[in-house]
């Protein structure tokens, strides 16, 4: 129960985008917009199907556990990421800034790419639920590390984030997995994620 509650969790927000895509084909459809934006949002729909087709897989592989390593390029990784979840950014109003270099790890590219879905989808959430103005996401770079960090807020009782089932939004649906399936992916590859809270939000290296 709880791979498919992660799972589930995984899926959430792919199939809110679906959804979100389908009825904009819909409504252009009926109001006769040109046929390149219809098939733009098409291509949308389709990139996101195969995330969760992805991601099931990815799940299945976790459990036989007989993935085999590679090595990937971290910029490129979450460059893919930011490209999927483009259109939740900008309807969000969400800025993402980008800085230093890239370097390399040999490890699972697809499990990492969830790792950072579910930290930038969490601080979007964040954004939403505490009427954030100015939202912005901070991804460094440096030499062998990530820092993530945002102005949503902060978080209570920080050092429990990462614990199975610990949430802090169980009234707005938070399961307590995202946070407890990113540190559990990390540790398959020998690497940490501690978080603290900063000035006007939280940070994730």
């Given at each position: 129960m709880d791979i498919i509650n992660l799972l589930l969790h995984q899926w959430s927000q792919p199939l809110n985008l679906i959804s979100l895509y389908s009825e904009l084909v819909e409504e252009n459809l009926q109001n006769g917009t040109d046929r390149k934006d219809i098939l733009r949002d098409v291509q949308k729909i389709r990139l996101q199907a195969h995330h969760m087709i992805d991601?099931?897989?990815?799940?299945?592989?976790?459990?036989?556990?007989?993935?085999?390593?590679?090595?990937?390029?971290?910029?490129?990784?979450?460059?893919?990421?930011?490209?999927?979840?483009?259109?939740?950014?900008?309807?969000?109003?969400?800025?993402?800034?980008?800085?230093?270099?890239?370097?390399?790890?040999?490890?699972?590219?697809?499990?990492?790419?969830?790792?950072?879905?579910?930290?930038?989808?969490?601080?979007?959430?964040?954004?939403?639920?505490?009427?954030?103005?100015?939202?912005?996401?901070?991804?460094?770079?440096?030499?062998?590390?990530?820092?993530?960090?945002d102005n949503g807020g902060g978080a209570d009782e920080v050092d429990k984030i990462f614990k199975k089932g610990w949430t802090t939004r169980k009234e707005k649906g938070g399961s307590g997995l995202g946070l407890y399936l990113v540190r559990n992916i990390l540790d398959r590859i020998g690497a940490e994620i501690s978080a603290r809270n900063i000035r006007d939000g939280i940070e994730f290296s």
């Open positions: 991601t099931l897989n990815e799940f299945r592989t976790f459990l036989n556990g007989d993935k085999e390593k590679s090595i990937f390029s971290v910029r490129k990784n979450i460059s893919s990421v930011l490209s999927l979840l483009e259109d939740l950014i900008n309807s969000n109003r969400v800025t993402i800034e980008i800085s230093g270099g890239d370097f390399q790890i040999f490890g699972y590219p697809n499990e990492f790419k969830h790792v950072i879905f579910n930290l930038l989808t969490n601080s979007i959430s964040i954004f939403r639920e505490r009427d954030i103005r100015d939202r912005k996401i901070e991804i460094e770079i440096l030499d062998r590390e990530i820092r993530i960090r």
